[in-house]
Each structure stands twice: as structure tokens, then as C-alpha cells.
């Protein structure tokens, strides 16, 4: 526990949040990289992913030029210089793809016809309705359209003819074309525009590898690079390949073909042949496209990171064949991307796993504040994630007019937000809890059971095994787990393969309908091994103990008391426990807008405790010794670290006594940042009643004789900028802006963050609840100059930047319409900015 204490203290920097860098164009400049990458760094960032993305005006360098190559040479050395690590998205844009790749190697899709015939013989060419097309299959059943539900029988095709024989009344001919998705590739540079990859092929994946991935890694060589990255898989409706057919026959033992009108025929033996040819089309996205992209990338020495979810319809498993796994999306009580890739790196023993974090955080663009990224990452740390990399950095041109370059989504997380402040205290805070939760191993006692034969045959055109498993298990059941003290991972049946089945205390088999016979076997042993299988409406596992929704958490408690038990916590709290050889970690995070109060009583029969500040780094003892009481802020969170025995932490005296409040209501000299001049204000002070335009800072100064008792070394002195009250959820001010943007939902006193002074000397930065500043020892006798500088957000620099429109009309002029600009039109609302609470300074003596 010595050396986990020590490393939360000065954590190893690998655990600082990274940025993923979009490059414009890409169109940049030496010195504006340098210039960035040392912000980045300045501000306790760990590095960079760059992503290419559109261009914004005229691109003298197009995407895996020469030029282009050198540029990114020198960024990376220059952030090798830094100390940063250094990512490449093994592309431009998303899903890989590009000009490289050929009618032989796009993406492609079942496209079905219907076409109602009479009864008279027919020997119909089969002649593609568009290019590209090819005839897979046909098929003929008796009725009109609207009346053949069944009887299908293929159709031979020879010769590029269709022969249908004579029949008895009005019949419907079922034709199955493969043809390509026609997707380009999303967001993509200048010179990187054309098709995306058939994901299903070995031979499409190589010639991508070979045309772009092998010229970045020679501008760039493995040497200098931390990872080579895959997005997220969105491959729109793609579901087959030219191979599928051998393939399918070789994999599952007989002929897909005559079979095909299953997929969009509802009849016996559908859902078994959906099943199968899902499964298929997993395992070709698998051995095809990401071990061939895993095994090229350790070809030269430089781990492979996948955002494995999506189309192809990959499975938790699937990230197997990945060295990093990521996820994306927060929500700690849902069934997210996040988990997903939680789960998997769980599962296959991969300490560190990473997300996309910030994406679409507070929209539009420049509108986040520091507690709304600080909100979310904790609701990324509670899905099991220890790593982050932010979404993200916008390089700008250093000559581009009004606020510069930035990307159509948010966030936008650079220097150009005036809270920048903020950055490095918030990036050290995530570095701590980043580092800790690597330590030891997670403890998950719950194991989620994914029912693929009952969801594959629901897959449809959507492909999202993802969003179609989340939907199928609802979100009920993750909510219960997580608000009950537990935690879990998702397991499929390819897991269960590598999972010990006496490792298991709880497994919950949701919804399930049909079950392998290996899983069967796996569940045996479980029960045998002494753990419980809950059957939660669930009829193929008779065996398991049976439970519906609504009784799914008293049957889990009586299975297996919970991990973390809260006591008057309600939802808000989240618990994730790491175990270490000589005690336990538990991160505990207020997710809600209210202050609780509330008591964690951990199953561990440790009998001592201590708390862990993540934005100090100290550690204090807690009274206690089977369980304590916590109280945490709004977006607050803390460490609870139990073990046994004496340990070396800081014993915490509470003081007593009574306590003074001296309010600080002014009137306070004040004046902006960014002109001369002052005048006096009374608080509250909001900025947009006389300056709504205003994206910056602005100072507020006090002079104050000290009172005897401030300087009394037993008295504890506070500066308390006031509460952060909650947002109603039901006013439209307070619901989030679009349905996956993440904000913290309360009204602080502070808007955004406060640097304060005392006569010239900078005593700390507040920005988050409970809004308060320890000035101890700080003052002297006489009069004192208590300076606050106030920091807003940028958004109305947004909302009134004369030069975006230009610029998004000169990119369209020059190269099409390849974005649209997000929610630019609610930049002000309910924007806030000042001092919002009368502050106080109060005292308490020993």
C-alpha cells in the first residue's frame, strides 16, 4: 500500500489524458505544432492522437504528400522532445478507406428486389440495375408480394440468365444483389476522399495498410509512436463480401446460398441461419480486418488501439485480437460503447483501457467548462476506464481570421478557452485517479451474459451488435447492478471460453431464449463450483434461479451481499474497487447535482480506513472500522482506501468549536482583462447584463484588514465562494443539449473558474464544488488585497464570431460539403458569466 500511496502522490505521467489533435486539411505549420504540442504539454496533457480531417481552405500539401509527411515527422519528434506520447488514426477520417481502393475491395451490401410475376415461364437476364452490382441470389414463392410468406425456393442462375418455369397464378421473385454501401469516407482530407473498405476482406485491409499505413510509418517510424489507431466502426450497412459464400460454407459446415431469403423472410430456420451468418460476418471483420491490422502494426514494432463496436457487428471479444482497447460514450448505470470495451479489457487481461472522452461534452463547440469534463470523466472511470483521450484539440491556423479553426462537433479543448487555468490542476487530478485505477485488479463479481443466438437473428440491415445487445438487455438490469453496490462485466460466448467458471460468483442471464450447448456446459460448472446463475425472464437455463426485472435486485442481494453497500447514497453514488495485495481501493463518485451524505460499507473485512484526495495527492485516516461516512459535493469524488493494521496517513483532527462567517459583499474594484480601466461592483455580478459579447477574463479586488482571530495558526480559515445550486432536470435549461452531449447540471457561483490572489501571491484555482479555498496561515496583520480573476468559456466568442460562416463557405467552395457546424445556435444559452454568490471568508478555531 506504501508504493500505491507514493505513485498517487507522483503518478507515473503514461497515466495524463491524451488529446486526439485534429489536423485540418491537413494544412499546418511547424511552428503552430510546436506552439501546440508545448500548450498540451504546458498543461499536463500526456499527448496527442492526430486525426486528418476536412480541409478548411486551400491545401498546398494534400494528405500523404511529401510536405505532408515532413510536417508530421516534425510534430512527432517535437513531442518525443516534450516527453508526449505520439498517435496515428491509421487513416483520414473514418471508417478506413480512401482513394485506393477499387471496385474489388469496397464495402458492400445485400441489396433485396421484389418483383411480382404471373404465372407464365420467364428466362429474365440478370442484368445489374446499377454499377457495381452483382446477382448472389434468387428466389420464387407463390402470391403477390404482399402474400408470399412462404415456400421459397431458389432460382437458377445460368449463363447471367434467370429460368423460372411455368406456374399456377401469381408468384413474387426475390432477388438478392451485392452492391457496394456507396460510403465514402466521413470528414475526409484533401486527397484522402474515395470509398470505404470492405472490412470483411484480408486483401481490401492490406492494400490499405501497404497504400496509407506504411507511408505514415515511414514519416513517422515506430520509434516515435505510442499507438496507430482504428475509430469506431461505422461501416454502414455493410453485411457482404464477395468470399462470404466459401467462407460461410467452410465456417459453418453448408452452402449460405440457398438459404439467403432467410435474412429478410421471417420463417422456420430464420433466426438459426441469421445467427450463423451474423456470427460469419463477425469473425470475417476478426481474422480480416483487425488481426490483419494488429499483425501489420506489430510488423513494425507499434501496438494496434481499437474503438472495436459498430459495423462490422464485432462482439466484446472481438477486441481480443486488439492490443489497446477503447471505448467511447459515458453513462456509469448504462450499457455503453464504454463498457463494452471495459468488459473486454477485463476479460483478456489488458491492464490499461482507454476511451474517447468530451465527445460532443456540452455542445457546441468551446461551451464545456472544466467541471462539466471533470463530471464526465468520473462517469468514465465508474465503466472501468483508466485512460483517456480527450475529443479534442482543434489545430488553427495562426493567420485564420475571427476565433480560428474548429472542429463541426464538440468539445474544443485548447488554449483558446479563457478557463485554460483550470487545465493543468484538472489534468493532474485525472492523471492521480488514471494511475490508481491501473493498480491491483478490478473487482467485478457480476458477470452480464450476452445472448447472441438471441440476438443475432435481430440484427437486421443495422448491423450494431452493440446498440441491438443494449436494446435487448435494456437498461433496467445495468442499473440495478451498479445501484446496488456491485459491479460487472459483460461476457459472451467466446469469453466463456477463457473464463475459470469458479471464478464466478453471480452470472445473470438476461432475457435469454436460446443457449449453446458450450455455454450450458459453462453454466453447469458455475452452479457446480457453488455460484449462482440468475435467470432474469429467461426461460433456457430452467437450472438457474429465476427472477424478473422487477425482483432481479433482492435475488442478487441474497445471492451475494454487495461489494460497496451504500446507505442513503440514492442512485448518484458509483463505486469502482480495485483489490491490491494488502488492501482495497474504492473510487466513490457523487454523479449528481446535490450534496450527499451517505455511508460506504465495503464487504472486505478490512478495519482501517483512509480517504485519498485526488487533487492533492494526500492521504488522511478515517474514523471508522467496518464502514465510514462520506460527503461528497456535487461531481465530487474521493478515494477510499481499506487495509489492515497501522499505516503512515495523515490522522485528520476535526475541529470544534465555533465557527465566524465574515461575508465579502464589497463594493470590489473591478475591470476586464482585456481593457484599462476599473470601476466598483456589487455581488452577485454577472458579466452579460452589461457586456454579453465578452469571451475572457476579469479581475475583482477587495482590500481587507485582517481580524486577530485570521491569524491565530488554530484557526482554519476558508474562502467560500457560496454553493453550486442544482438545475432543475425537468426545465429545458437543464436537460442535456443533445441526447449523448454530457453537462453537469448545476448553476455554480463561480462561472467558470477563479484564480485567487492575496497581495500579488496566487493562493490557488477554484472551479468546482464545493467552491471553497483553504487561506490558512495566508495572512498577516494589516490590509490585504484579496484579487479574484474571473474566466469564462468561449462560447460567445462562438455565437459571435464574424468568420465562421466564411470559413465553412469557403471549404464547401473548394471541396464540397464534408461537415456540418453543431449547435451553434444555443452557444449562449443560459449562458452565465462573474462572480454569482457573494463570497465569505469564514473561520473556524480549535
Known sequence: MAEARRGF?????????????WWFGPDVEDAETERELTAMAEAGFGGAEVAFVYPLRQVPHPFLSDEFGARLRHAAEFARSLGLRFDLTVGSGWSYGGPHIGPEHVSRQLHWERRELTAAALRAPAAAPWPGDELVAAFLAEGSPGEARSGWVPLSISDSMINIEQGRGPRTVLLAWSRPTGQNVKRASAGAEGP?????????????????????????????????????????????????????????????????HRLTVDEAGSAEFRTDFYRTLTELAEDNFIAVCRDWAAGHGVPFRLQGYGVPPVTVSSNRHADLIEGEGWGWTELTQTRWASSAGHLYGRPVISSEI????????????????????????????NQFVGHGWPYSAPDAPGLGWYFYASGALDDRNPWWPAMPGLNAYLTRLGWLLRQGEPVSDVKLYLPSSDIYPALGPGLDLWKETRRHIG??????????????????????ESIDPASVPVIVLPRVTTLPPAARAWLDAVRKAGGTVLAVDSTAYPEGIPATVETFEEALRRALPPDAELSGAGDGIGVVHRRLEDGDLYFVANTGNTVRTFELAPRTERDRFERWDPATGVAEELAGSRSVTLTLHPYQATVVVATDGAGDATEVVGRSGSGTEAPLAGPWGFGYLDQDGAREVTLPHRWEDQRPGY????????????RPDWLDPATELILDFGPAEPIDDHDPGGAEIRGNSYRARVEAPVREVAVVSLNGTVCGVVWDAPYRLDLTGRFGEGSHTLRIEVYNTAAAAVATDPDAAAIIEESRRLYGV?????????????????????PSLRSFHA
Not at 695 to 706: F, K, M, R, V
Not at 820 to 837: F, P, T
Request: charged content about 25%.
Open 358 to 385: 468530451w465527445t460532443w461534452v456540452h455542445s457546441p463547440s468551446f461551451r464545456a467548462g472544466p467541471l462539466d469534463l471533470k463530471g464526465e470523466a468520473h462517469e468514465h472511470f465508474l465503466l472501468g476506464i
Open 475 to 496: 437498461p433496467d438490469l445495468p442499473r440495478a447492478i451498479r445501484c446496488a453496490g456491485y459491479d460487472y462485466d459483460l461476457v459472451d460466448d467466446q469469453a466463456l
Open 196 to 260: 470505404v473498405l470492405d472490412h470483411y476482406s484480408a486483401a481490401a485491409t492490406r492494400k490499405h495498410l501497404a497504400e496509407v499505413g506504411d507511408r505514415l510509418l515511414a514519416a513517422v517510424p515506430a520509434e516515435l509512436l505510442g499507438s496507430v489507431f482504428c475509430d469506431s466502426l461505422e461501416v454502414y450497412r455493410a453485411d457482404w463480401t464477395p468470399d462470404l459464400p466459401a467462407e460461410f460454407a467452410r465456417r459453418r459446415g453448408y452452402d449460405p446460398l440457398p438459404h439467403l
Open 9 to 21: 502522490a507522483e503518478p507515473n505521467p503514461a497515466a495524463r489524458p491524451m488529446l486526439r489533435w
Open 818 to 838: 464534408r461537415f456540418h457546424q453543431q449547435d451553434l445556435e444555443l452557444a449562449l444559452d443560459g449562458v452565465s458569466s462573474g462572480l454569482l454568490r457573494v
Open 695 to 706: 469571451s475572457g477574463g476579469a479581475w475583482y479586488e477587495l482590500e481587507l484588514d485582517a
